[in-house]
């Protein structure tokens, strides 16, 4: 087992729906996590419906939900700009004026899944993500599979088969 391995390895998935119109991926990307887990090559996981977006408005952050998305958002943006790298799929704002109430609102949009991984409690890697030598941007998916495959230790021609992100 690579030194990797014996840290303390935490995998944290985000979706915005676990209904099956999110299709195999989220399913698969579930089922294999859980797998890396009871095989001991992560330690945990955690897997959390976020939505579509969240509301900038201070309001939100008074709840334990809304305050949560927003720190995550807050530290994936940390970690990106540390790191050289763009977040991708989300994590811009948008504002949306409503024709009906005339107010207008500021939110920030979220992926359809994302996943981070935090090694003795430091952020190490967020997806949907890219870097300057990176094209096309790493998904969720493609770390999954980073992650079976170092599993296995297999050789190119005896990688894990996993779902394409279709």
């Known amino acids: 087992m690579s030194d990797n391995a014996r840290s303390s390895t935490r995998i944290e998935l985000y979706v915005r729906s676990l209904s099956s119109g999110t299709g195999v991926q989220v399913e698969t990307m579930i ?7 009871t ?22 952050a008074r709840t334990d939900a809304g305050a949560t ?10 970690w990106a ?30 992926p359809s899944v994302a996943m981070a991984c935090r090694r003795n409690g430091e952020l190490e890697w967020v997806v949907p993500s890219a870097t300057a030598e990176e094209a096309p941007p790493t998904t969720p998916m493609d770390r999954i599979r980073t992650l079976a495959n170092e599993r296995q230790g297999s050789e190119p021609g005896e990688r ?3 779902p394409s992100d279709d």
Do not use: N
Request: hydrophobic residues 35%.
């Open 69 to 78: 998305i927003r720190e995550r958002v807050a530290e994936f943006k940390q």
């Open 160 to 162: 894990a088969t996993i």
């Open 31 to 37: 089922d294999r996590l859980e797998a890396f887990r």
């Open 81 to 110: 700009t540390e790191c050289g790298a763009t977040l991708e799929g989300g994590f811009d704002r948008e504002t949306v004026h409503s024709a009906i109430t005339g107010e207008t609102h500021e939110f920030i949009s979220l």
């Open 39 to 60: 095989d001991g090559e992560i330690d945990d996981y955690t897997v959390t419906v976020w939505g579509s977006r969240v509301s900038t408005d201070p309001a939100v």
